[in-house]
């Protein structure tokens, strides 16, 4: 069994949240074109990326995750239903909270909270400044 292989299981699973939201065989087209990228020669003789497209949402998705086309069909149609999930559900995926929480991370602090940061460091160094001087206790 190869490493590029998805697991039966897995395959299951993603077939019952097909069925849960909906989505039909016959309602999606795939497509298999040359992926873009690194990769050099390889990449441009073979058609592994994967493009699904749902025609009653319009949602189109592509996959050029691996070099295995059967794992970038099986990941095109998880993103495929997450998508359509969100869509249907309002639910906030997890990708999307992942970014957010990135985005408020790398956001700038404001003025007050850098000058609270600054006046915390002050005070700690001014407290390592008046601890004493370790004495050597042997001799």
Do not use: W
């Amino acid at each position: 069994m190869s490493e590029n292989m998805v697991n039966t299981a897995k395959i299951k699973a993603l077939r019952e949240r097909m069925v849960r939201l909906g989505v039909k065989e016959n309602d999606l087209r795939e497509d298999f074109i040359r992926g873009s990228g690194h990769g050099g020669q390889k990449i441009n003789k073979t058609s592994s990326c994967v493009q699904i497209l749902h025609l009653p949402t319009g949602i189109l998705v592509k996959c050029q995750q691996t070099r295995s086309r059967e794992l970038n069909r099986f990941l095109a149609r998880r993103e495929l239903c997450e998508k359509i999930g969100e869509k249907i559900h309002g639910e906030e995926s997890a990708r999307r909270q992942e970014f957010e929480k990135i985005r408020r991370r790398k956001r700038r602090r404001s003025r007050r909270a850098r000058a609270a940061m600054l006046e915390e460091k002050y005070r700690r160094a001014l407290k390592k400044q008046r601890r004493k001087p370790v004495g050597t206790a042997y001799e």
